[in-house]
């Protein structure tokens, strides 16, 4: 049995991440550690709760002697760090904890892990010598786009709000214990997620909700915000792949190919629900433009022809497709459909 340490996996793409895992192999023994704030929620595993072979811990990434002593128990030989504060909005109005939790609480995990797994720099001990360090971050590090060109895994770094600042940080630190003490890390970035068991106060799942109460759906500025969206079980899927055949040191960027605006993901949304959920007037009616989000970057798109082509990596979901998968399972939680 391989005991693989995930962290933060209540949250949106871990609880999605976990079941896939654990279906897909069975000499796996999951140990979830989870801080269980404002993103985390055990029902999003309550598939998971009986099957031996998971284990749900509920704690802090930055308690030191709580990661040691979970090293020393389970024997780690594996780690898939997704534990992340990401509200950009929230870091705009506190930044200190996206520093905490995002800087300091991957510092910790991974030195934790090095000073487990090896002898002294460049030298695994002989029992972990497979053992590999998995950092999940985001496309956000790489700034704003303009209207042409993508993030490539060559592109610099430029964060322009304090929880992108936050995640280059944690990125730079795992990217600093590759080079100075050799370990086994891989790095990777993605394009914004969307499906099932997404928190409330997201894009996506703010539209679906705010249609359904019959209130106002906000949009900020313009609406011409464009994102590159990756429906989370094709991430999770490029996780998988990374984690056990990307190469020592690398990093791969997951994206879905799936450029959207503001305004076409909420018309969209709502031309579905008038047809799943019909009321007497369309939804689109609802929409309504608030000002805009502070440092709000223009436009992100992600370049995954590395993970492609290397790894043979590729979306099985497009916007389309995805988008009536992840409504249909809002619908369901909110009991309407």
């Known amino acids: 049995m391989k005991n693989i340490l995930v962290?933060?996996?209540?949250?949106?793409?871990?609880?999605?991440?976990?079941?896939?895992?654990?279906?897909?192999?069975?000499?796996?023994?999951?140990?979830?550690?989870?801080?269980?704030?404002?993103?985390?929620?055990?029902?999003?595993?309550?598939?998971?709760?009986?099957?031996?072979?998971?284990?749900?811990?509920?704690?802090?990434?930055?308690?030191?002697?709580?990661?040691?002593?979970?090293?020393?128990?389970?024997?780690?030989n594996g780690v898939i760090h997704f534990a992340a504060e990401s509200h950009v909005d929230n870091s705009i109005k506190n930044?200190?904890?996206?520093?905490?939790?995002?800087?300091?609480?991957?510092?910790?995990l991974i030195d934790v892990a090095y000073k487990y797994w090896m002898q002294k720099p460049f030298t695994y001990k002989e029992k972990y010598q497979e053992c590999r360090f998995h950092h999940i971050s985001t496309d956000e590090v790489y700034g704003t786009l303009g209207?042409?060109?993508?993030?490539?895994?060559?592109?610099?770094?430029?964060?322009?709000?304090?929880y992108s600042a936050s995640k280059a940080s944690s990125?730079?630190?795992?990217?600093?214990?590759?080079?100075?003490?050799?370990?086994?890390?891989?790095?990777?970035?993605?394009?914004?997620?969307?499906?099932?068991?997404?928190?409330?106060?997201?894009?996506?799942?703010?539209?679906?909700?705010k249609a359904l109460a019959n209130e106002n759906i906000p949009i900020?500025?313009?609406?011409?915000?464009?994102?590159?969206?990756?429906?989370?079980?094709?991430?999770?899927k490029g996780i998988d792949l990374v984690y056990h055949s990307g190469l020592k040191g690398e990093v791969y960027n997951i994206g879905g190919r799936n450029e959207k605006n503001n305004?076409?993901?909420?018309?969209?949304?709502?031309?579905?629900?008038?047809?799943?959920n019909p009321q007497e007037k369309s939804y689109k009616d609802l929409i309504a433009y608030v000002e805009d989000r502070a440092g709000h970057d223009r436009r992100y798109a992600i370049?995954?022809?590395?993970?492609?082509?290397e790894l043979g990596w590729k979306a099985d979901e497009n916007f389309e497709s995805g988008i009536v998968k992840t409504i249909q399972w809002y619908l369901d939680k909110y009991e309407m459909y």
């Not at 990125?171 to 990777?188: A, E, F, P």
């Open 220 to 236: 900020y500025g313009d609406g011409k915000n464009i994102r590159d969206w990756l429906y989370v079980l094709d991430h999770c």
């Open 303 to 309: 370049d995954a022809t590395k993970i492609e082509n």
């Open 171 to 209: 990125d730079m630190i795992v990217r600093s214990y590759l080079h100075t003490y050799g370990m086994n890390t891989v790095i990777t970035n993605c394009s914004n997620n969307y499906g099932p068991k997404q928190h409330d106060e997201k894009l996506i799942p703010t539209i679906i909700r």
């Open 95 to 108: 930044p200190g904890v996206f520093v905490e939790t995002n800087v300091n609480g991957t510092f910790t």
């Open 147 to 162: 209207e042409t060109g993508l993030f490539t895994e060559e592109t610099p770094y430029a964060p322009n709000s304090p």
């Open 7 to 76: 962290t933060g996996c209540a949250g949106f793409i871990g609880s999605n991440f976990v079941p896939f895992f654990l279906e897909k192999y069975e000499e796996y023994h999951v140990i979830n550690l989870d801080l269980l704030t404002y993103a985390g929620d055990l029902q999003n595993l309550k598939e998971c709760e009986n099957n031996p072979n998971y284990t749900f811990i509920q704690g802090d990434i930055c308690n030191r002697e709580l990661v040691e002593s979970l090293f020393e128990k389970y024997d780690i």
């Open 263 to 276: 305004n076409d993901i909420a018309n969209k949304i709502c031309e579905l629900l008038d047809e799943l």
